[in-house]
Every structure is written in C-alpha cells, then in structure tokens.
C-alpha cells in the first residue's frame, strides 16, 4: 500500500515499493498561484535528500523544489511541459513532478505523515 | 512583488474592501496592497485584456502645483525634468522623468495641466523622496501641495470608456493622455485617459473618502472585475512599459532606456528650451552620439522564463541584463526586456538568456509585446 510523507518545503513523496513519485503540496500550489512553466528532472539524474532538482514558475517568481529523499531519478514527468496548470489543479494527481527510485528509504522517517504535515500548515497561519 | 520596508505598513482607502473580496495582501511601496484576487493572475490579466479591471494605486502619491504670483509652475517644473511641461495645454497629460546630475532617472511621472495646476502621480515608492526633491527645488515658486490620502483607481481594458460612461457621459470623447474633472457618484473626481496597461481606459483621482464607494459601485457592473498588482506587472511587461527600480533607475539615462520621446523638441538640443534639468549634459550627449546600452525587448524561444537579473551573452560573452521578465499570459509564452550594449541592440539579434546557469536562446524584440490599444480620438 502507498504511503506518502511530507517535507516541510511542501513536497510530497508517495512511496509504492522502493519508488516515490514526487509533487507539491495543496497548500503549495495555493502559495505560488497560476504555475506556468516546470522544469522536471531527466531521467537518471541521482539527487540527494535536499538537493534542488526542480523548478516551478508562477507568474510572480520562480521556486526550487527539493528532492525529499535520495535515489535516482526514473521518470520527470512530460506532461508538465504542455500543462503547467496540472499543478494547480490537481497537486497531487496529474501534476506530480517526478518519480524516484529511493536509494535509503530510512530517510522517509524524517518527513511527515500527513496529520503532522497538516499541523505544520496550521501553525503557519 | 514584495519589497522591504521600514515601519508600518500603510493602507489604500479600498483595504476594507480588499479584503472583503479575498484578496492576497502583500506588503508593497510600504502599502498593504492585493496582489491577487481569488481567481489568479492569469484570470486577471485576460479579464483586463478582453474586458475591463479595476486597480487600486492609490498608493502612488499625488502631488499637485500651483504657480506661485509672478511665478510659473511649467516652467519651473522643466527645471526638474526633461519633458515639454510649459507646451501643455490645459486638459493635456504627459509623461516625463525627475533625473539627477548625470542623467540619470530618480523616478517616472505623469504631468497633467488642468490649467489652473499642475497634477503630478509619481511612484509609491519614491514618492517622500520625490516631494523632497520638489520642496527643495520649487518652492520659491510653486504651491507644493501632496495629496497622498486622495484614492486612485485605474479601470483598464476595452470596456473601460462603456463603463465609465454611464457615471459621466463626457469621458467617452476623451484622448489618450488628456484630463478633466469629472463628477462621479456625486464626488468631483479627475479622470485621464491613461494606464499602465497598453489597453485603453482610465485613472480616476478621487477624494480619500468618495474612493471605497466609487470602487464598489464600478465593480457592481458585469463588465468589471478587482486585479491586484500581480496583473499589473503581467500587463504592463507586455505592453513593454517600464517599472522604476527595475527597468529605469538612477543608473539609466532617458536615452538608454529609449524614452528619447518623452522629451519634447523644444527641449532637445538647439531646442527653443533645450536643457536646463538635471543632467542635461549626459543626456543630451546620448541623444547625440548614441547611449553605450539600450533597453530592448527580448522573446525567448521555448518556455523557459528569464527574469530579472538573468545575463544576457552572445557567444558566452555577456552584453547586458534583464531587467524584467515572466511570462505574458496574453502571447503564452516568456517575455522580457533588458538592457543590451549598443553595438548588440538590433533587433532580430540573437542572444542567450542565462536561466539557472543555462542558456536560453532568444531573439531582440521590437516592444510592445501585445498592441497598444490607446484611444487617440
């Protein structure tokens, strides 16, 4: 069964296996506005826990997305090119960013499961 | 969009009803200001292209001269800036700029004659700066009177002149940078045909307290919808007008940021008021020999954006920077503009956007981006 986690920059990474497919957040795609440009990974490219390997434009500015775990990338996610727009209208769905096969998945125990991701959200007001 | 400031943050007559309408308040220019309104940006943006949007800048700081007896405020206005005041006629509006000693561009301003005074709407951002510098320089001569608690509205885009008509029927014959009062909903208001968008339509100068009801009621007609400043970068990128602090700076000379045309021939070289402002030397001397650079217009291929700060390189060498740059939702693609030197400024010239260390090909554009789509009468 799939379980996803959360970092606090409001990525999400849903795990099936030893491969996360990753994204942003609701409360993230709220915060940017209108997305019309994603730059994704190419498949291959090995990041590391933290480690910028995305990017997402608004109209007002541009914002990093950080791998929420190591492992190398599997799969960026084309759609995005044509569809920026998936990001806002469905963060979690079709506008997922890119999939990644975990290369310790220990270090999913640092993220948040989804009731303390949704604290986390509150306590930013 | 938000800047740092100092001390708290001020709020427009429309901050209630910001609120009331979901906007997302951002600090700007030391203004609690909406930098969006639920439906987004995009939404906005075409909402003012194809129909018409209501801004609130009231921010932007109003000031208003008066000739002192014996004295002439036009004239004395001309010695702090390079545009042709003295040639206004009553009920005209022009844009010009306060330099300093070498030319270059302490801020952008519009000039109205109505003819008993003159209307000045300078930059929020600049705006105590701005009085400062005219208190220390006319005030031998003019009445210098700032009306910072007055509102301004800006109503944008085709439907703006239907719009308005129905308050005050005489605003539809009205050109492109011409003024007048006008009574709207029972308050004595000073309209011009002008914006900050390309489109045509209107900034209505209001008094502080008539600015909420004035709002409310031009919103209540379909055609009308709230934008926040998040469009109005959009809009005026694509219309290829600059923003102070960004595009025109005390670094950039009129010349180099291609507002040559701003400064009346009578007050060019060999004109009959040729210089006599800031900086006139400097800028006299590009108008003649030609700037080192030049503000350019800049379309990327691809989807890539460049923004500001980005270099601009040919051949892995850098020749300028962008000044400016997103994405315009009218053409659906990237746009910006930058400054180039001169000898690479041609348009069709191709040059590299630098975008997180890698190039971006792009080709030097003639602005506007999107047509201008002023009322000329």
């Known amino acids: ?125 | 969009m938000s800047e740092p400031t100092a001390g708290p943050l001020k709020r427009t007559p429309l901050y209630d009803l910001h609120r009331e309408l979901g906007a997302r308040i951002v600090p700007f220019a030391g203004y609690e200001m909406p930098v969006q309104y639920p439906t987004g940006i995009l939404v906005e943006h075409a909402q003012t292209r194809n129909s018409c949007g209501l801004f609130d800048v009231s921010h932007m700081g109003q000031v208003r001269l008066t000739s002192k007896a014996g004295h002439n405020a036009a004239k004395a206005l001309e010695t702090i800036v390079p545009g042709d005041i003295v040639g206004l006629q009553p009920g005209q509006q022009r844009y010009t700029q306060f330099t300093n000693e070498e030319g270059g561009i302490l801020d952008d301003l519009m000039v109205t004659s109505t003819g008993d005074h003159l209307n000045l709407v300078v930059n929020a951002a600049c705006k105590d700066a701005d009085l400062a510098h005219i208190q220390a320089n006319l005030s031998s001569s003019c009445e210098i009177e700032p009306m910072f608690s007055r509102g301004l509205l800006a109503l944008q885009g085709p439907q703006a002149v239907t719009v308005l008509s129905r308050f005050a029927p005489q605003v539809a014959t009205m050109a492109f940078m011409t003024g007048a009062f006008v009574m709207i909903e029972g308050a004595r208001c000073y309209v011009t045909r002008s914006g900050y968008t390309g489109c045509d339509g209107f900034e209505i100068s209001t008094p502080a307290d008539a600015t909420d009801p004035i709002a409310r009621k031009l919103l209540s007609h379909p055609e009308v919808k709230p934008i926040g400043l998040g469009a109005r970068d959009s809009l005026r990128l694509e219309a290829g007008l600059c923003l102070y602090g960004h595009d025109i700076d005390t670094t950039t000379t009129p010349v180099e940021a291609v507002l040559l045309w701003s400064i009346g021939k009578d007050r060019r070289a060999g004109g009959a008021r040729a210089g006599g402002y800031p900086g006139a030397a400097a800028v006299q001397k590009h108008a003649a020999d030609g700037a080192p650079r030049k503000r350019v217009g800049l379309l990327p291929e691809g989807k890539a954006i460049a923004r500001e700060g980005a270099e601009i390189a040919i051949g892995g060498k850098i020749v300028g920077k962008v000044t400016s740059g997103g994405f315009g939702p009218t053409l659906g693609r990237a746009v910006a503009m930058g400054y180039v030197e001169k000898a690479h400024s041609a348009n069709g010239t191709k040059v590299d956007l630098v975008v997180r260390g890698k190039p971006v090909p792009a080709e030097i554009v003639p602005m506007p981006f999107v047509k201008h789509t002023y009322y000329r009468g």
């Not at chain 1, 090119?81 to 990001?87: S, T």
């Open chain 1, 1 to 125: 069964m799939a379980e996803t986690r959360y970092s606090q920059d409001h990525e999400w990474i849903r795990v099936e296996g030893d491969v996360g497919t990753v994204g942003i957040t609701q409360y993230a795609q709220e915060q940017l506005g209108d997305v019309v440009f994603v730059e994704v990974p190419q498949a291959g490219r090995t990041v590391a826990k933290g480690e910028a390997c995305a990017v997402v434009e608004s109209v007002k500015a541009a914002s990093d997305i950080y791998a929420p775990a190591s492992g190398e990338v599997i799969e960026g996610n084309a759609g995005l090119a044509d569809a920026p727009g998936d990001v806002n209208a469905e963060p979690t769905g079709k506008g997922w960013f890119f999939k990644l096969k975990l290369s310790d998945k220990a270090e999913l125990g640092g993220l948040m499961d989804e009731n303390a991701y949704d604290e986390f959200v509150k306590s930013l007001g």
